[in-house]
């Protein structure tokens, strides 16, 4: 055949063989460049919205856009942005490259030495953009345009606005090289450009009003020009003052609403002082200087007690009233104590309100703790102690003008906590203006208290009655809210020897004229003083079998407004699909669906001064890109993350239905890859942890693993993954999980294109228990990964959960290990669900995950496992990464644990060849060296 028709018949065949290319399966090099959104922000005005697309690992870019989609910016490793109050200006962080970050740590530089973080201000309306190098932290005005940053070395003539010259200190490497002498701060008034920068600057604040700023300044060593103390600059008249003179600590800088009054603690002890305790000082700017509110043992705080310098310090909205924290003063440390020459222990003592490890584990906040209390500047001082060691957890209300706090106590209940989880907890209101209580419970309880947003009610959920009450402060009137509506207000589904949670409060309507709670479906809408109830739904949720809940679309809003439209997002339990009903918080008609469909949405984002939302919507194959919408019918796409899937076999998703041996109802989710072919065998992996199957339209992208499964890199590469909701029975999670997941794996192996003799099982934690529970019980599986797992009940139940110092018994006697019991009643409850006692039983392979810092589940149980399962001489391999905890958190272990998991069950399920890790393992003389991926020759 002449050349040219050669060529001609190749040209021709191309168009064919590239529309039947298949697509690749997803692998291990595809997880950093898998993007996401995040912290997206719309303008008051409704008129812009920024937002960041992400990487897993890398650069990622800010996007400014139009809620139109016109793209005003797109900035490199843009984040942390806002946009000011008048929607004029978006100010962000740009961060360093992570290329060079990344060589900075392999060089081993210091923090001060490690690449900085830039400053950016973009103005919307011209397109400017102005940036500012080196910067620590910044402040952007809560109602107006004005933004304060520190820097933290010279920022370069090329990339910073000069301010002018008699405003602005020389700043020098010299100065920064004594980190007590702080660092550049920077104050911008957007609106008219005016610009000022001061020295040794080492904490600050702007007003909400951006009228003033207020910092603290340390002053260098032998500086003839900066001065160390409390200073304002105001910035509409450009000038400063100095509030409060001396070397020392200034902290909690607070100005009302207004930035007519300025509050803050400092000490200002001499360096050598042992005991150094803060002072609260106050000013109103009518005078030279600032005035001490309160000094260590003033009149009206206990002896030896002093303001903290750890507390909060907040005006109240009226600005009549300034909150702080009290706190016993420090012990002196004895400096005659040689280290090597004393004991070190921690003492155990049974009357501890806390176990050691506990108090160990809050050493650090309860060396901070402090007790609130509120002070009347404009009152001569007037001082009310709110808190002490009995009552030590307050509640403000959000409109804190209110006369009454919340305060609950748990003290001399705490001890039971050990077993049951949570502690019996009294309530109170305490009085701002006389430091009255009044009790609202006569009794401990366990119940949860909360405030309404003007302080004129107390609601709680009491766990006994299953109820929610309320109590009214102006009349000490308590109220049951909801038993009149003989709906259920606790989980309905509850099979924990726990007492069932409640499902929530929603939000309330201004004036704390109504509360609006929920039940399994619908949303009730409650006078919390005559507890008048009806449902806001119109009970169209438990008719419908549709879940409708709601949370406050608009930033810092406190309560609903009169008439504010409720976007409800909806979930529709049978079929798991996703959307929004709407609804106007004074009608009394049934909501409205908007849209429902097989997508997921993230919760709503709304302008604050106009109807425009942003969110995101996604399903199982299209990525959760970023929307913006009026109405969330007509809807404008903001995003297009991944688009590097369609190149990739991706997977489908599908409920499936059961009923198990005892008859229960079961559901589940079906993963197939997106080349599914009914008319071959594959090879199947069952994942599961508690109940998945509302995760149905869940985009879930491949990523390096904790330890779980990754359903969409073993989907692509030709696997069925299953997820079978499990429902338990009291003292019987074993067999619940015997139950419901191999019944549900036996329904589906009943399908020709299942390989039953090729099904593994994977599982963390909880999940990693249940995988070696079936595996003592079954031999119907090739291959199951167990990351995690308890396989001892009986020892674990003393053990310690280290990161939160808990113990462990609770877990079993009430929560997700559901036994019920303790270990002496029903001893052999614990060792008939426990797997090591059957673990001879065991023929399937599997690799346990056990790191050597997990702080939920006991390093040992893997241990146990393994060197039980190594003397009966059955296939078992234990993955310990060092320094690691429950989950592992490092990405490139994460990366590691991927590609292992991969393995094994490629070779056991596929027929694959063994890694060497599998097949020879890896000596601790090689460790660091050889990771024994690769595939063993023999």
Same mark, same amino acid.
């Given at each position: 055949?002449?050349?040219?028709?050669?060529?001609?018949?190749?040209?021709?065949?191309?168009?064919?063989?590239?529309?039947?290319?298949?697509?690749?399966?997803?692998?291990?090099?595809?997880?950093?460049?898998?993007?996401?959104?995040?912290?997206?922000?719309?303008?008051?005005?409704?008129?812009?919205?920024?937002?960041?697309?992400?990487?897993?690992?890398?650069?990622?870019?800010?996007?400014?856009?139009?809620?139109?989609?016109?793209?005003?910016?797109?900035?490199?490793?843009?984040?942390?942005?806002?946009?000011?109050?008048?929607?004029?200006?978006?100010?962000?962080?740009?961060?360093?490259?992570?290329?060079?970050?990344?060589?900075?740590?392999?060089?081993?530089?210091?923090?001060?030495?490690?690449? =900085?973080?830039? #400053?950016?201000? *973009?103005? $919307? +309306? !011209? @397109?400017? &953009?102005? %940036?500012?190098?080196?910067? /620590?932290?910044?402040?952007?005005?809560?109602?107006?345009?004005?933004?304060?940053?520190?820097?933290?070395?010279?920022?370069?003539?090329?990339?910073?606005?000069?301010?002018?010259?008699?405003?602005?200190?020389?700043?020098?490497?010299?100065?920064?090289?004594?980190?007590?002498?702080?660092?550049?701060?920077?104050?911008?008034?957007?609106?008219?450009?005016?610009?000022?920068?001061?020295?040794?600057?080492?904490?600050?604040?702007?007003?909400?009003?951006?009228?003033?700023?207020?910092?603290?300044?340390?002053?260098?060593?032998?500086?003839?020009?900066? =001065?160390?103390? #409390?200073?304002? *600059?105001? $910035? +509409? !008249? @450009?000038? &400063?003052? %100095?509030?409060?003179?001396? /070397?020392?600590?200034?902290?909690?800088?607070?100005?009302?609403?207004?930035?007519?009054?300025?509050?803050?603690?400092?000490?200002?002890?001499?360096?050598?002082?042992?005991?150094?305790?803060?002072?609260?000082?106050?000013?109103?700017?009518?005078?030279?200087?600032?005035?001490?509110?309160?000094?260590?043992?003033?009149?009206?705080?206990?002896?030896?007690?002093?303001?903290?310098?750890?507390?909060?310090?907040?005006?109240?909205?009226?600005?009549?009233?300034?909150?702080?924290?009290?706190?016993?003063?420090?012990?002196?440390?004895?400096?005659?104590?040689?280290?090597?020459?004393?004991?070190?222990?921690?003492?155990?003592?049974?009357?501890?309100?806390?176990?050691?490890?506990?108090?160990?584990?809050?050493?650090?906040?309860?060396?901070?703790?402090?007790?609130?209390?509120?002070?009347?500047?404009?009152?001569?001082?007037?001082?009310?102690?709110?808190?002490?060691?009995?009552?030590?957890?307050?509640?403000?209300?959000?409109?804190?003008?209110?006369?009454?706090?919340?305060?609950?106590?748990?003290?001399?209940?705490?001890?039971?906590?050990?077993?049951?989880?949570?502690?019996?907890?009294?309530?109170?209101?305490?009085?701002?203006?006389?430091?009255?209580?009044?009790?609202?419970?006569?009794?401990?309880?366990?119940?949860?208290?909360?405030?309404?947003?003007?302080?004129?009610?107390?609601?709680?959920?009491?766990?006994?009655?299953?109820?929610?009450?309320?109590?009214?402060?102006?009349?000490?009137?308590?109220?049951?809210?909801?038993?009149?509506?003989?709906?259920?207000?606790?989980?309905?589904?509850?099979?924990?020897?726990?007492?069932?949670?409640?499902?929530?409060?929603?939000?309330?309507?201004?004036?704390?004229?109504?509360?609006?709670?929920?039940?399994?479906?619908?949303?009730?809408?409650?006078?919390?003083?005559?507890?008048?109830?009806?449902?806001?739904?119109?009970?169209?949720?438990?008719?419908?079998?549709?879940?409708?809940?709601?949370?406050?679309?608009?930033?810092?809003?406190?309560?609903?407004?009169?008439?504010?439209?409720?976007?409800?997002?909806?979930?529709?339990?049978?079929?798991?699909?996703?959307?929004?009903?709407?609804?106007?918080?004074?009608?009394?008609?049934?909501?409205?669906?908007?849209?429902?469909?097989?997508?997921?949405?993230?919760?709503?984002?709304?302008?604050?001064?106009?109807?425009?939302?942003?969110?995101?919507?996604?399903?199982?194959?299209?990525?959760?890109?970023?929307?913006?919408?009026?109405?969330?019918?007509?809807?404008?796409?903001?995003?297009?993350?991944?688009?590097?899937?369609?190149?990739?076999?991706?997977?489908?998703?599908?409920?499936?239905?059961?009923?198990?041996?005892?008859?229960?109802?079961?559901?589940?989710?079906?993963?197939?890859?997106?080349?599914?072919?009914?008319?071959?065998?594959?090879?199947?992996?069952?994942?599961?942890?508690?109940?998945?199957?509302?995760?149905?339209?869940?985009?879930?992208?491949?990523?390096?693993?904790?330890?779980?499964?990754?359903?969409?890199?073993?989907?692509?590469?030709?696997?069925?993954?299953?997820?079978?909701?499990?429902?338990?029975?009291?003292?019987?999670?074993?067999?619940?999980?015997?139950?419901?997941?191999?019944?549900?794996?036996?329904?589906?192996?009943?399908?020709?294109?299942?390989?039953?003799?090729?099904?593994?099982?994977?599982?963390?934690?909880?999940?990693?228990?249940?995988?070696?529970?079936?595996?003592?019980?079954?031999?119907?599986?090739?291959?199951?990964?167990?990351?995690?797992?308890?396989?001892?009940?009986?020892?674990?139940?003393?053990?310690?959960?280290?990161?939160?110092?808990?113990?462990?018994?609770?877990?079993?006697?009430?929560?997700?290990?559901?036994?019920?019991?303790?270990?002496?009643?029903?001893?052999?409850?614990?060792?008939?669900?426990?797997?090591?006692?059957?673990?001879?039983?065991?023929?399937?392979?599997?690799?346990?995950?056990?790191?050597?810092?997990?702080?939920?589940?006991?390093?040992?149980?893997?241990?146990?496992?393994?060197?039980?399962?190594?003397?009966?001489?059955?296939?078992?391999?234990?993955?310990?990464?060092?320094?690691?905890?429950?989950?592992?958190?490092?990405?490139?272990?994460?990366?590691?644990?991927?590609?292992?998991?991969?393995?094994?069950?490629?070779?056991?399920?596929?027929?694959?060849?063994?890694?060497?890790?599998?097949?020879?393992?890896?000596?601790?003389?090689?460790?660091?060296?050889?990771?024994?991926?690769?595939?063993?020759?023999?």
């Amino acid at each position: 055949m002449p050349k040219y028709l050669l060529l001609l018949a190749g040209l021709a065949c191309q168009p064919v063989l590239a529309q039947q290319a298949p697509k690749k399966p997803l692998d291990h090099s595809v997880y950093d460049q898998w993007q996401s959104v995040a912290n997206q922000r719309i303008s008051h005005n409704g008129k812009y919205v920024l937002f960041q697309v992400k990487p897993q690992q890398g650069d990622g870019v800010l996007y400014l856009k139009t809620t139109g989609n016109k793209t005003l910016r797109q900035v490199s490793r843009g984040d942390s942005a806002l946009f000011t109050a008048d929607s004029r200006y978006a100010v962000f962080s740009i961060k360093p490259r992570y290329q060079d970050v990344r060589q900075a740590r392999i060089k081993k530089k210091k923090p001060d030495q490690m690449p =900085k973080d830039s #400053l950016g201000i *973009y103005t $919307l +309306a !011209t @397109g400017k &953009l102005t %940036k500012y190098a080196n910067v /620590k932290s910044f402040q952007v005005a809560e109602e107006a345009s004005a933004v304060a940053f520190l820097a933290l070395k010279p920022t370069s003539k090329d990339s910073v606005k000069k301010a002018p010259v008699d405003t602005v200190k020389k700043i020098t490497d010299r100065l920064l090289e004594v980190k007590k002498d702080g660092a550049p701060l920077t104050v911008i008034n957007l609106i008219n450009g005016q610009l000022r920068t001061f020295e040794s600057v080492t904490d600050y604040q702007i007003s909400k009003l951006g009228n003033k700023v207020a910092f603290a300044v340390s002053a260098p060593r032998g500086s003839k020009t900066v =001065k160390s103390g #409390l200073y304002v *600059y105001d $910035l +509409a !008249t @450009g000038t &400063l003052r %100095k509030l409060s003179s001396g /070397k020392g600590v200034y902290k909690n800088l607070a100005f009302d609403d207004a930035g007519k009054q300025l509050a803050f603690t400092a000490e200002k002890h001499p360096e050598k002082a042992l005991v150094k305790p803060f002072s609260l000082y106050y000013s109103d700017f009518g005078g030279d200087s600032a005035r001490l509110l309160a000094a260590p043992s003033a009149n009206g705080l206990k002896k030896g007690w002093s303001p903290s310098g750890f507390g909060k310090v907040v005006f109240s909205d009226n600005g009549e009233k300034l909150f702080f924290g009290t706190s016993p003063d420090p012990i002196p440390q004895d400096t005659t104590l040689v280290d090597f020459e004393h004991a070190k222990l921690d003492i155990w003592n049974y009357k501890d309100d806390y176990l050691q490890p506990m108090q160990l584990k809050t050493l650090k906040k309860d060396l901070q703790r402090n007790y609130l209390a509120v002070i009347y500047p404009r009152q001569a001082g007037k001082f009310v102690q709110l808190e002490d060691e009995y009552l030590r957890d307050s509640f403000v209300a959000e409109q804190n003008n209110a006369e009454y706090v919340l305060a609950v106590t748990d003290t001399a209940k705490r001890v039971a906590m050990q077993w049951q989880g949570s502690t019996l907890k009294q309530a109170y209101l305490v009085s701002t203006r006389t430091g009255e209580r009044l009790a609202i419970n006569p009794k401990a309880a366990k119940s949860r208290f909360q405030l309404s947003p003007q302080g004129k009610y107390v609601v709680w959920y009491d766990f006994e009655s299953k109820n929610w009450f309320s109590y009214a402060v102006a009349s000490h009137q308590t109220t049951n809210l909801t038993a009149k509506t003989k709906v259920a207000f606790a989980d309905e589904e509850n099979d924990s020897p726990e007492d069932p949670q409640p499902y929530g409060v929603a939000a309330w309507t201004k004036d704390d004229a109504a509360v609006l709670i929920f039940d399994r479906y619908d949303i009730w809408k409650i006078d919390p003083r005559s507890g008048a109830a009806t449902n806001f739904t119109s009970g169209v949720g438990r008719r419908d079998k549709l879940i409708f809940r709601y949370r406050m679309p608009v930033e810092k809003q406190k309560f609903i407004e009169p008439k504010d439209n409720l976007w409800l997002l909806v979930q529709n339990e049978t079929n798991k699909q996703w959307g929004f009903y709407k609804k106007n918080i004074a009608s009394t008609a049934a909501p409205q669906p908007v849209a429902m469909g097989p997508v997921g949405y993230s919760p709503l984002l709304q302008a604050k001064h106009a109807d425009e939302f942003v969110y995101t919507k996604s399903s199982v194959s299209q990525p959760a890109d970023l929307y913006a919408s009026r109405d969330l019918r007509q809807e404008t796409k903001l995003s297009s993350i991944n688009p590097q899937q369609k190149d990739y076999n991706w997977f489908t998703a599908e409920l499936v239905h059961w009923t198990t041996p005892k008859g229960f109802p079961a559901t589940g989710v079906l993963y197939k890859p997106e080349n599914f072919d009914p008319a071959k065998k594959y090879p199947m992996v069952a994942y599961f942890y508690e109940k998945l199957s509302d995760g149905l339209y869940k985009y879930t992208a491949p990523a390096p693993t904790p330890s779980r499964l990754d359903i969409a890199l073993f989907a692509s590469n030709g696997y069925l993954v299953f997820t079978p909701d499990i429902s338990y029975t009291i003292g019987e999670p074993g067999p619940s999980a015997v139950e419901f997941v191999n019944s549900g794996v036996e329904s589906l192996k009943k399908n020709s294109w299942v390989n039953g003799a090729h099904i593994g099982i994977q599982g963390q934690s909880w999940g990693g228990y249940q995988v070696a529970y079936l595996i003592t019980q079954t031999n119907m599986y090739a291959a199951a990964w167990a990351g995690a797992p308890v396989v001892n009940m009986t020892s674990a139940y003393g053990g310690i959960r280290w990161e939160s110092g808990m113990s462990r018994q609770f877990q079993y006697e009430r929560t997700q290990s559901r036994i019920g019991a303790t270990l002496w009643e029903k001893p052999e409850v614990y060792i008939r669900n426990s797997p090591l006692f059957s673990l001879p039983k065991v023929q399937t392979p599997v690799v346990i995950m056990s790191n050597d810092a997990d702080g939920a589940v006991p390093w040992y149980q893997g241990i146990e496992m393994f060197t039980d399962l190594r003397r009966l001489g059955k296939p078992v391999w234990l993955l310990q990464y060092n320094g690691e905890a429950h989950n592992l958190v490092k990405r490139e272990n994460r990366k590691d644990i991927s590609i292992r998991e991969l393995q094994f069950f490629d070779h056991y399920l596929k027929g694959a060849p063994a890694p060497v890790w599998l097949e020879k393992g890896v000596p601790a003389v090689e460790k660091g060296r050889n990771w024994g991926l690769e595939i063993s020759k023999q």
